[in-house]
């Protein structure tokens, strides 16, 4: 009887020892979140319903309650580390400076992040679609921000829409609107990655305004002979209604991230809103022409007051992101805007090129 009980104490030993060390060697690594947000990376020694025993390599073993488990997902070794440090997916690396990916907010998982012009919150409604507020210092103007994603069987291939709409909020009781349509292509991982964005922007001030803007009917005109002399006749007057501030443009969008280290990324943003036509009125000018025999007045040419506007802009956001844990991180952006702008008057073409920079700073949180 003795030695039946010490088989079977030993048998017992032999196996939970070798269950441990399985456990141990196995190589899987996973993320657990608890519900104060404090995250810890390593391996599963043992879940026995109640509490993890988990291997990492800063602390060593950890029990944790499985009440203050708020998610446990793997990592992927590949992609999620970097010279044997954890690089982490939060919820920032859906974002660049402004543009963002096809990587989705997941549900439940918020952010903000605060410009130098103002304050942003997205939140993650749905598994692929998120909700955010944008808005200035002053709330005007302020935009609504959605963002749906669409994943494929490729991890590293991801599709997504966006949609901005916006209003001029107090300026102009808010008669002003705008927005900006796109659709997106991302490809890579969450922490080193590259998208395309193709989209179409429009903005209306809502000013519009009968003035001054008066004008003759543009032509030619041959001289009048009454009561035995020539004189310049006088066309049928004009006015025009100006609609002040709008415009139409398609924008591309070429931006990516690629991390340096634990704690640091590399962004760059680039916007190219080019294409956008619109008519200006400016000065008219008026030609008039004598016979050079006579010295009569022989025509009077009345130009067209209105001037085509060609402009096409760059803008350029190369920045780094420094990243403290998976609930904060601060991004420094050297941007500037590179453009060029045509104007054709009186079938001339006279071309303006600028620059000029709009650094930024930002400030990511999680809540």
């Known amino acids: 009887m ?14 939970t020892n070798a269950q441990v060390v399985k456990q141990d060697g196995d190589t899987l690594k996973y993320l657990i979140v608890r519900n104060n947000g404090i ?11 109640r509490e993890l025993l988990i291997m990492t390599q800063q602390l060593g073993r950890i029990y944790i309650p499985k009440s203050e488990v708020k998610s446990i997902s793997k990592v992927d070794e590949s992609t999620d580390y970097k010279a ?22 997941k549900k439940g998982e918020n952010y903000a992040l605060i410009n130098l012009y103002g304050p942003e919150v997205h939140f993650g409604v749905l598994p692929n679609l998120s909700v955010g507020i944008m808005a ?78 008066s004008y003759y009917q543009p032509g030619t005109y041959a001289a009048v002979f009454s009561q035995g002399a020539y004189s310049f006749p006088i066309p ?23 991390a340096v280290g634990k704690k640091a990324s590399f962004i760059w943003d680039v916007m190219i ?19 050079p025999n006579t010295g009569q007045p022989s025509s009077v040419v009345y ?49 303006n090129q600028y620059s000029f920079p709009i650094p930024m700073l930002s400030w990511f949180y999680k809540f």
């Open 273 to 291: 809103i080019g294409g956008n036509k619109r008519t200006i009125f400016t000065d008219q000018q008026i030609q008039y022409f004598y016979d």
């Open 136 to 213: 200035t210092w002053i709330a005007s103007p302020i935009a609504l921000a959605l963002k749906y994603t669409i994943p494929t069987q490729n991890p590293k291939l991801n599709f997504g829409l966006g949609t901005i709409m916006a209003s001029s909020g107090y300026f102009n009781q808010a008669k002003g609107y705008g927005g900006l349509h796109w659709g997106m292509a991302t490809y890579g991982t969450r922490r080193s990655n590259a998208t395309l964005s193709l989209g179409y922007g429009y903005f209306n001030s809502g000013f519009s305004f009968t003035s001054q803007n």
């Open 303 to 351: 130009n067209d007051p209105f001037v085509e506007v060609k402009s096409t802009n760059i803008v350029i956001m190369p920045g780094m992101r420094f990243q403290k844990d998976q609930n904060r991180a601060f991004q420094v952006t050297l941007a500037g805007v590179i453009g060029r702008r045509e104007e054709t008057v009186n079938y001339q073409l006279e071309v």
């Open 236 to 258: 049928e007057m004009l006015t025009y209604e100006n609609k002040v501030g709008s415009f139409k443009t398609p924008i591309v969008g070429v931006s990516g991230i690629t």
């Open 39 to 49: 995250e810890y990376v390593g391996q599963i020694l043992s879940d026995d319903g």
């Open 2 to 15: 003795k030695n039946l009980c010490l088989f079977l104490i030993l048998t017992c030993a032999y196996f």
């Open 84 to 105: 044997g440090e954890y690089l982490g997916q939060g919820v920032f690396t859906t974002r660049y400076q402004f543009t963002t990916n096809a990587f989705p907010i």
